[in-house]
């Protein structure tokens, strides 16, 4: 069975600073990885992927994710967060098995603050 | 990215009614429909999977009979909740996936249902 972990359920940061949002996994197969975003009462917005080859993705608004299989990690950053980038944040996985269902993780708050 | 239309945004019904929520997807066919549901501060939980020409594939623990999934086309899947409680009050989102197993999912902007 896989799953995802999202250690940190909120994440308070100032604006203009950096930041990281941890996500891990868990698969015994090869998995597709996902970060999604989502504003209040919306719906998800895909914010990069990793299917293959180069291991640091580069993703909408100036996210980047780096996917590290020896530590089965894709952790979210952003060297300058801006008050809009407030929202819940999601790592999914694709297991390359029969299901290719997206499974997520529980989710991690970003509130960035002035 | 594909654009999927969800309606309605919101939806306030009686207890012992039923509503029907539908899911559109506008600019490309689907070969995959999801329903998820969300609680409040919580992630999204897989309910069913419609795939092409087949029926939808309910996960442990929902009702089929509580939640029917119709895929009418490859661009429409509607969902009904049948005899709704305020139990069933939820944020309700449907995702589409097209052209492989490995393309990424688009998701409608959800529903929020209030059972009163």
């Known amino acids: 069975a896989q799953s995802v972990t999202q250690l940190d359920s909120q994440v308070p940061v100032f604006e203009e600073a950096p930041v990281e949002l941890r996500c891990n996994y868990s698969s015994s197969v090869s998995v597709y990885l996902f970060w999604y975003v989502q504003y209040p009462n919306q719906g998800l917005q895909l914010l990069l992927k990793?299917?293959?080859?180069?291991?640091l993705v580069k993703g909408i608004n100036g996210f980047e994710a780096e996917f590290n299989k020896s530590q089965t990690s894709f952790h979210l950053r952003k060297p300058s967060v801006h008050i809009s980038d407030t929202a819940e944040y999601f790592c999914?996985?694709?297991?390359?098995?029969?299901?290719?269902?997206?499974?997520f993780g529980s989710g991690t708050r970003l509130l960035v603050r002035p | 990215g594909a654009v999927v239309s969800q309606h309605p945004s919101w939806v306030i019904c009686k207890s012992g009614t039923s509503v029907k929520i539908e899911c559109r997807s506008l600019d490309f066919q689907a070969t995959t429909m999801f329903w998820y549901r969300q609680f409040p501060k919580q992630s999204l939980m897989l309910m069913a999977t419609?795939?092409?020409?087949?029926?939808?594939?309910?996960e442990q623990g929902v009702e089929k009979d509580k939640f029917l999934i119709n895929y009418a086309s490859l661009t429409l899947s509607t969902l009904t909740v049948t005899s709704a409680h305020p139990e069933d009050s939820s944020f309700y989102i449907c995702?589409?996936?097209?052209?492989?197993?490995?393309?990424?999912?688009?998701f409608g902007q959800g529903t929020r249902l209030t059972v009163v």
């Open positions: 999914a996985v694709i297991p390359m098995d029969s299901s290719y269902k997206l499974i």
């Open positions: 419609s795939n092409e020409g087949s029926k939808a594939t309910y």
């Open positions: 990793y299917l293959s080859g180069s291991t």
């Open positions: 995702s589409v996936r097209g052209g492989g197993l490995r393309t990424e999912a688009f």
